[in-house]
Each structure stands twice: as C-alpha cells, then as structure tokens.
C-alpha cells in the first residue's frame, strides 16, 4: 500500500535524522537492504522504504503534538491547550461529517476541471478530493510535463513525491495525498510548537498553533495541496536555524524552491540577514542553496518542455493570467482590490481581500521582531497577491509563518471568551469552504 509506503517512510526519516534537538539528540541510522526479488540493492537512509503500518501509527501518534508535548503547569497555557485540542476535533468531527453527507460534484462541475481525478470516466466518491490543484499535481505525478500544457504552472516538488511513494498510481490516491498531507502538518506543528515555546514561552506556542487552525483556507492543509509540504519545508528551514546542525536548513533551502512559486522569495532570509552581518558565510551558503533550487526547476521545465519558462507561461490559462508584469501596474492592483462581488469567489472575494489587509497590518510586528521576518513576508504576500490580483490569496497566506507566530503572540493576551467566538467562527468559515470544495466549487 502507498499510505504505509510514504508517510511510514517520512516517520523513519523523522525519527533517525531529524529530530529537534529540543527533545533530544538525533539518532543515527544506518542503512537499508531491500529484497525486490532479483537481487539485494543497499539503499541510503534517506531514501523511500517500505515500512510496517505499526511504524506509520506510532508516528501518527507522535507527530499530534497534544499526545507528546506535557504543560509545564501554566494555568493560561493549559487553557490554550484545552482550547486547541476541542477546536482540533471538531474541525475534524466537522470536516469528516460533511465528506460523508456531500454528494460530490454534479456531472457538469467534474467535467469543468482538468485534469480531474479519475482521468477517464465519470466521477466516483474519491473525486470529491481531487477538485483545482489535486487533479494536475496527480496528472504531472503520472505523465510529466509537456509542452503547452496548463499543468506545467505547478511546482514539480508535491507530484515527485506522489510519483515515488506509489500514491499517484494508487486507486486511492486522492485519499493517500490528503493522508500524506495531514502526517505533513501534524508534524510541522509539533515541531513548530517546541520552537516557539522555548523562544516566546508555551502560552504563544499553543496560541500559534490556534491561529494556524483557524486559518479560513487552513483546511487545505488536509488535503492533496502543496501547503502542508511547504509548510513542513518552510519549518525546517526556521527551526533549523537556531540549531547547531544546520544542513536541514540548507536542504530546505534547495527544495523550497521546487515546492511552490513563492518558493524562491524565502531567500529574502538570509540576504537580509548577510546584509546585516550576521553569519555571512552560513547566509552565503543558504542563498546558493535558494539559487540552486530554482535553478534545478528552471532545468526541469527546459528539459521536459523545452522552455525553461513554460511554467510561467502556462500561468495564461488560468483566471487572472497571474504574471510578474502585473507588479508594474499599481493602478491596476489597487483597481482589482477594491473588486468587491461575493463573500468568496475567484475574483472579488471579499474573504482574499480582508485577508489581505489583516496580513499587511502584521507585517510591521514581525519586523520588529526579526527584520528578516518583515522583509520574508512582504515579499511572500505582496507578490502573489499583485501578481494574481488577490486570487486564492486566503490560501497563499497560511505558509506565512512569521505572520502567525505574530498573531500567536497577540493571541496569548486575548480575553479566552473572544478566542472561544473566534473558534466558534473560524470553523463555520472552514465549513462552508469545505463544503464547496467538496462540490467543485470555488473555495481556494
């Protein structure tokens, strides 16, 4: 099976060579023999391995932070702990009560969205997970990119990992990358949370975690969408940083990249950071590491297309036409932001908007923070939403992770009523999002 394969696999990986140095030392591992029935082939730690489903459980089990991480008896951290871990289930109870009620898309909606899953033949009751950005990334998972083609404005990252773990070609497979998805985030905020509680204190780090949860487009961290893998990558990176091992951080460096478009501006990071003196070699190394990751996916797309741009260009098949040029026309973007039509639609939502807005207005608090943090996340907010003209940019917010540690932080000091009100809010939001994905409807 491809679940046990891949998320089993990413749990070994964890457990050997990652873990935080927080918890305690990183534990060495050797490597692997494999018996694929013709001969015996050594294979590196770091490679994909078959693993036993108790293996993938006991990881599971490990990565949902509230079942590892013990209170250190603050009465307030308790509170936000108590409130995460209800707000945790009923998104759950919630989210999976509406997969089981939801008829799936009508004929119309399924054949609206190419590539849907499955390619060939009328929808089935996997489908109603494979609606936007599923259905290319399992598309480009199992044939590549080709030439003038509208999948090839996604990032190559997610549909290797598809392809190698066995989920692509899996007749579950929208199920599996929604699985692996989950397992992606469930660590990232594990690990998330031990890095804020020992910088800000575990009142912040579970207020954090709260923020990250009720996210409008947070739902989408579930699901078969780069979010969570960009997510866990743009983790790594951060927390990695403080740590005397700082190889993670270098080879999320070089995979950010190859992840998502915004992939790129991380690099933000450590120029700012060389620029202000502050360990230039290391911040040297890390913006050739940012440089090379790109660089290896501008090679991809030339040799599999033969336009080293043609994941640029395909981006004018889609609504809006997102394009870098766009940022040479402010008029043009302030115009577009001020097109108010639905409480959410692809092209005047009114949720994007204020999404937006509520984002700038942290900017300024992370600066204060870490220079390199402000500067990180006006590049990773403005740009897309200029560039898209505030398309899914509900959904492009949620990997700003400085943005929401700021947001934890004001968040520990609320009064716990508002926080339950906001609980109470965000997930009938998420709700109502997710039943329209479900049904192929607008809901990035």
């Not at 936007?132 to 590549?144: F, N, P, R, S, V």
């Not at 960009?230 to 700082?246: C, D, G, I, M, P």
């Amino acid at each position: 099976m491809p679940l046990p394969w891949s998320l089993a696999t990413m749990a070994w990986i964890i457990r050997c060579g990652g873990q935080d140095r927080f918890v305690g030392e990183p534990r060495l591992a050797g490597s692997w023999v494999l018996d694929d029935r013709s001969h015996k082939k050594r294979i590196p730690r770091f490679a994909f391995i078959p693993a036993s489903l108790g293996t993938l459980l006991r990881f599971l089990s490990q990565a949902l932070i509230f079942s590892k991480v013990q209170s250190q008896g603050s009465d307030s951290a308790g509170g936000f702990r108590t409130l995460y871990i209800w707000a945790l289930g009923a998104k759950l109870v919630l989210l999976l009560v509406l997969l089981r009620l939801s008829p799936g898309p009508n004929y119309t909606a399924f054949a609206n969205y190419e590539p849907h899953w499955p390619e060939r033949g009328s929808s089935i009751w996997q489908s109603r997970l494979s609606c936007m950005d599923i259905g290319h990334y399992l598309w480009i998972a199992e044939h590549g990119y080709t030439p003038d083609n509208p999948s090839n404005a996604f990032y190559p990252l997610w549909p290797a990992i598809l392809k190698l773990s066995g989920i692509s070609a899996s007749p579950n497979a929208p199920s599996f990358a929604a699985l692996t998805a989950f397992a992606l985030w469930a660590w990232s905020m594990r690990r998330l949370y031990l890095w804020i509680q020992k910088r800000y204190g575990e009142p912040v780090a579970w207020a954090t975690l709260l923020v990250f949860l009720l996210l409008p487009s947070s739902i989408f961290f579930w699901v078969g969408f780069t979010e969570s893998l960009f997510l866990a990558l743009f983790v790594t990176y951060l927390t990695s940083l403080s740590r005397t091992n700082r190889i993670p951080a270098l080879l999320a460096a070089c995979l950010l990249p190859l992840a998502r478009p915004v992939g790129i501006c991380l690099a933000v990071i450590p120029f700012v950071e060389w620029l202000r003196g502050r360990s230039r070699p290391f911040q040297a190394v890390t913006m050739v590491c940012f440089l090379m990751g790109f660089g290896t996916y501008l090679s991809m797309m030339r040799a599999a297309t033969g336009d080293v741009f043609a994941g640029f260009q395909a981006q004018q098949y889609f609504i809006n036409s997102p394009s870098l040029s766009h940022l040479l026309e402010p008029g043009m973007v302030v115009s577009q932001f001020f097109r108010f039509e639905e409480l959410h639609s692809p092209q005047g939502s009114m949720l994007d908007r204020v999404m937006f807005l509520g984002s700038l207005a942290l900017i300024v608090p992370a600066t204060r923070l870490r220079l390199s943090w402000g500067a990180v996340c006006l590049a990773i907010i403005v740009i897309p939403a200029s560039t898209n003209w505030f398309l899914s940019f509900s959904r492009f917010s949620i990997v700003a992770i400085p943005l929401w540690v700021v947001a934890g932080i004001r968040a520990a000091k609320a009064d716990h009523f508002l926080l339950r009100v906001a609980v109470g809010y965000g997930l009938i939001i998420q709700g109502w999002l997710w039943w329209r994905f479900l049904q192929f409807q607008w809901a990035s």
